[in-house]
């Protein structure tokens, strides 16, 4: 009696894992699958233009991060500011979009990583982590979106 008992709790933790499993780790997990692949390139170079890990510039790492996990963004910081979801409380993944007035279009895009960090390539250090407080990022900050 207690063997079926057993045999029929393990066969029905199995089925539910694999019933729900497909649903909520695609959905919840991209972000978080972007956000690494972003991170693997840490320290790669900043190129004007780069999309690839020989060098990236901030949208081309974005693109390519996500493009990894199957999501296709536009190219540049502009035109993906024009995709997703505006959200005001940044998640895992979340775009940070930035301009240098605050009446332009975006000039810069990064990936929101938790913690009050974001992911990025920048001219100066190349594929690094910066603080959403950075005095130089802060005040350029012009909103986030969620794809």
């Known amino acids: 009696m207690l063997k079926k008992i057993f045999t ?17 780790s695609k ?6 699958r972007a956000v690494s692949v972003a991170k693997s390139n840490l320290g ?9 890990p020989r060098g990236f510039d901030c949208s081309g790492l974005v693109k390519y991060s996500y493009g990894k996990e199957g999501k296709v ?4 910081a502009a035109s993906m500011f024009t995709e997703g979801k ?12 930035f301009a ?13 990583m938790g913690n009050g960090k974001m992911i990025q390539a920048a001219t100066s250090h190349g594929v690094s982590i910066a603080s959403i407080s950075n005095v130089y990022w802060k005040p350029r900050y012009v909103g986030a979106k969620r794809i």
Request: proline residues 5%.
């Open 27 to 32: 959905a919840s997990t991209y972000h978080t």
């Open 86 to 97: 505006r959200v005001s409380n940044l998640a895992v993944g979340d775009l940070m979009f």
């Open 73 to 76: 963004l536009p190219r540049t």
């Open 100 to 112: 240098d007035n605050k009446a332009e279009r975006p000039t810069h895009v990064a990936m929101y």
């Open 44 to 52: 790669v170079k900043y190129v004007w233009g780069g999309m690839s």
């Open 8 to 24: 029929f709790l393990f066969l029905a933790t199995i089925i539910s894992t694999v019933a729900v499993s497909p649903f909520v």
